[in-house]
């Protein structure tokens, strides 16, 4: 067994890897990849977070919202321009956008804004989510699919309507729930 040097070496290498073995098993407490959280924790923890983000969301954009709900849209939108800037990423502002432009009657604005959030966060076609927007989105596909769809047809060769329909096509598809 031991004859000769590369024997000793072999037999050596081998007693250090399973003592190796045997104390990072002992360290992690005999769970394998050395997590110490569990699904459950996991679980909570992804729950805590999203609860924080809605919250954080309704601290953000709760002045946005009382502006447009007492009327005063044109404010709200350049709020939510700084806050767009501010927080690029975040899909509500420009959910909260298309919702206002939708009222104010810029249906194309309002479909490329919901087009970007709803890209940015699938949440807001999600009937589940807090932050669901589905009726609101499913109000503007409706009656912007019947406009855009009559100025196509007048304008065939328009590229900015074939992009509005393209828009208005990936909506449906994501409230049908289709993915990207």
């Keep these: 067994m ?3 040097r590369f024997d000793k070496i072999c037999w050596s290498l081998l007693a250090i890897t399973l003592a190796s073995l045997m104390a990072i098993l002992i360290v992690n407490n005999g769970k394998p990849g050395g997590k110490s959280g569990n699904a459950l924790g996991k679980a909570l923890e992804r729950d805590m977070a999203y609860k924080a983000r809605v919250e954080l969301i309704n601290k953000l954009y709760g002045p ?4 447009q709900k007492s009327g005063s849209k044109q404010e709200a939108l350049l709020k939510l321009d700084e806050l767009i800037r501010l927080y690029p990423g975040e899909a509500h502002g420009y959910i909260l956008q298309g919702q206002i432009l939708f009222e104010m009657g810029a249906i194309d604005e309002a479909i490329t804004s919901f087009f970007e959030g709803v890209k940015l966060n699938g949440d807001y076609v999600d009937s589940k989510s807090p932050l669901s927007r589905r009726p609101e989105i499913q109000r503007l596909i409706d009656e912007a699919a019947k406009k ?9 060769d328009n590229k900015s309507i074939a992009a509005s329909m393209r828009k208005i096509n990936y909506l449906k598809s994501r409230l049908a729930g289709g993915c990207e």
């Design 64 to 67: 946005v919202e009382s502006l």
């Design 2 to 4: 031991f004859k000769d």
């Design 148 to 156: 855009i769809s009559l100025r196509a047809d007048a304008n065939p």
